[in-house]
């Protein structure tokens, strides 16, 4: 069963690698005979950019910054304690995050907070990019869990010449429970790859990564439920 696993999930990966890839050739073609990128309307409000397979993405506009936030939302058939489960099951997250290489805890300070390293591939010409970022579970109760993750600059994991350190601006889960074995999943994600990728570059990628975290996550609790 988990090379099934693994196997459906790398080709959902390779399908979003190919988009970004021929949005990337695009770029680059764009920056060598134009050399301009397209302007953005500044809009602060939800707007929803994507509703596919149960599955709804939103976006809005941050200030000083071109780069989107986006939101994304699915209902899973799995208690909020199991969905929190694979949450915190780092050895096993390259298995259904898209592109995630590695991932591994930096710091422990308690069983609700601690500084996470994550190692993401990315498509040529890319350099993979990593994150250092702190988790805390902020709310703790029976019917809702909020997980937030925010980067931090640590001595414990400097920074890689063959890799480039993006940066977290805002990301989180918040599960809710809607009955014992339904859960409302949401994902804010808000993240600055850095490098030389355009902002509107960035965004398609902040459009498409939220809602393909959450496929996946659905799929993996799906499979799980299938195995007891």
Do not use: C
């Not at 021929?22 to 707007?47: C, D, G, Q």
């Not at 910054?65 to 949450?87: C, F, G, M, N, Y």
């Not at 937030?148 to 640590?154: A, F, K, W, Y």
């Not at 009955?179 to 509107?200: F, M, S």
Request: no cysteine.
């Amino acid at each position: 069963m988990r090379k099934y696993i693994i196997k459906n999930y790398t080709t959902g990966a390779a399908d979003l690698w190919r988009l970004v890839s021929l949005h990337m050739l695009f770029a680059l073609l764009s920056m060598v005979f134009v050399n301009i990128a397209p302007a953005n309307t500044y809009i602060k409000e939800w707007r929803l950019v994507k509703d596919d397979e149960a599955i709804q993405v939103y976006v809005i506009d941050v200030e000083n910054t071109d780069i989107v936030k986006a939101r994304s939302v699915v209902i899973v058939k799995a208690s909020l304690e199991r969905v929190k489960s694979v949450l915190n099951d780092i050895s096993h997250r390259h298995e259904w995050v898209p592109f995630l290489k590695q991932s591994s805890i930096i710091e422990k300070y308690s069983e609700n907070s601690r500084i996470e390293y994550s190692l993401f591939s990315a498509p040529w010409p890319a350099s993979d990019r990593d994150f250092v970022y702190t988790l805390e579970l902020k709310t703790n109760d029976a019917h809702k869990h909020i997980y937030e993750m925010q980067s931090v600059v640590t001595s414990a994991m400097p920074e890689n010449s063959d890799r480039i350190r993006g940066e977290i601006y805002e990301s989180r889960y918040i599960l809710t429970a809607i009955e014992d074995e339904l859960t409302r999943v949401e994902l804010i994600y808000h993240a600055d790859p850095k490098g030389w990728l355009p902002d509107w570059i960035i965004n398609i990628i902040q459009k498409a990564l939220p809602y393909k975290i959450l496929k996946n996550l659905r799929h993996r609790l799906n499979e799980q439920a299938q195995d007891v």
